[in-house]
């Protein structure tokens, strides 16, 4: 009877997919979730950023540059006489998006290399790679460098200078992601679910979208979390430099500019204090999230 009650208790346990076996464990990790709450309320701030800001981002009041903080200016003015609380509030919805569309594109042209070169292989797989190689090496800073230079005194938009930041960062930064995406195809090529597939005339299209993607869907997932970081960072680098976007629209990078000045640095932190801390909590939350989607997906710790 004993063996019978818990065969019968085994047999109604609940079996759970990878996926759903991925995402409990990433509901339990903690910090994990304590970032992407940070990250989803900062993304809820910055979209109602109009409703919540005090004052025009552009507003300037000449006779208060680099004013302390009051009532009327709560985090101070910056070195235009702008609020920098409301240009803090609108920095988050630009940096945000310029990092999520600069990942986004360089995924769309990392995975599509890298899935064409590892599927094919031969001479495909070399010429994409030689170009992917090239696009590496290629020097980011100094071309983007070069290309403000060229382009900044003729872009009457400020938005525009946004527009040429996200398109040299996606046209030279899917080198990485085309490489990995391209190991991991060449490794799933060797399972048996693949071979099956091309030994029975399965179409190339099916196989590609129908069985090899959905197996390192896991691996992009990471990769996103990681790539996004790392284009927030590179915004706000670029625009700390001056290389970035244009100086009307605020973003977190552009908000660190007045820290070269020696006496902001020594003496008025709250200029340039709240954007760095962004950056960090910002950048921290994400590669929170990122170590705890690849641990979740991590298939030998699976249970």
């Known amino acids: 009877m004993k063996k019978e009650r818990s065969s019968k208790k085994n047999s109604t346990k609940k079996i759970y997919s990878p996926t759903q076996l991925a995402l409990k464990k990433f509901l339990k990790n903690k910090i994990a979730m304590v970032s992407l709450i940070f990250l989803f309320f900062l993304a809820i701030i910055s979209i109602i950023a109009p409703l919540l800001a005090p004052l025009p981002i552009n507003q300037q009041d000449l006779l208060n540059i680099k004013g302390d903080m009051s009532s009327h200016n709560i985090l101070g003015t910056d070195s235009g006489g702008r609020d920098n609380f409301s240009r803090l509030l609108y920095a988050g919805r630009v940096s945000l998006t310029i990092g999520l569309t600069s990942t986004i594109g360089m995924l769309i042209i990392g995975i599509t290399i ?142 660190l500019s007045d820290a070269q000045e020696g006496d902001v640095i020594s003496s008025k932190p709250w200029i340039w204090m709240p954007p760095a801390l962004m950056i960090m909590f910002t950048i921290l939350s994400i590669n929170f999230v990122g170590e705890g989607l690849k641990d979740a997906f991590n298939p030998k710790d699976r249970r």
């Open 114 to 255: 890298g899935v064409i070169s590892g599927y094919f292989g031969g001479i495909t797989d070399t010429i994409l790679m030689r170009i992917t190689e090239f696009v590496m090496l290629f020097p980011f800073l100094i071309f983007a460098i070069v290309l403000n230079a060229a382009l900044g005194d003729k872009i009457k938009n400020p938005y525009g200078s946004a527009l040429i930041l996200i398109v040299v960062i996606i046209i030279l930064s899917w080198g990485g992601i085309a490489r990995l995406i391209r190991g991991k195809v060449m490794q799933e090529k060797e399972n048996e679910y693949f071979l099956a597939a091309k030994s029975i005339g399965t179409p190339t299209h099916k196989i590609i979208l129908k069985h090899l993607l959905p197996n390192i869907i896991s691996v992009v997932i990471v990769q996103t979390t990681l790539t996004f970081a790392g284009m927030i960072v590179v915004e706000s680098g670029l625009s700390f430099l001056g290389f970035g976007i244009s100086k009307s629209i605020p973003s977190w990078g552009n908000m």
